[in-house]
């Protein structure tokens, strides 16, 4: 990936959204996802996500959610 630095994003909280690989501006909605399977993050899945690139990527979460879970007790 190339990273590039341009004069608009002074870095402060350094949000970038994991979908579209763009900087979270403020103002901006955005939605922190965590993957039971990346919870920290480095398979690039958990991470925050523009609040309209996450949809697809939520549903996902879902599923997986929906297929790991096991029976209690
Ligand atoms: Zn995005």
């Keep these: 990936m190339l990273r590039e630095t341009n004069g608009e994003w002074n870095g402060g909280n350094?949000?970038?959204c994991r979908a579209c690989k763009q900087p979270?501006?403020?103002g901006q909605a955005a939605?922190?996802?965590?993957?039971?399977?990346?919870?920290?993050?480095f398979d690039g899945l958990t991470g925050d996500y523009?609040?309209?690139c996450s949809r697809?990527?939520?549903?996902?979460?879902?599923?997986?959610?929906a297929l790991s879970r096991f029976p209690r007790g």
């Design 14 to 16: 350094g949000r970038w």
């Design 50 to 52: 523009h609040t309209t």
């Design 31 to 41: 939605t922190r996802l965590t993957f039971d399977q990346d919870p920290h993050g």
């Design 56 to 65: 697809p990527y939520a549903s996902i979460a879902r599923a997986l959610d």
């Design 24 to 26: 979270i501006e403020q």
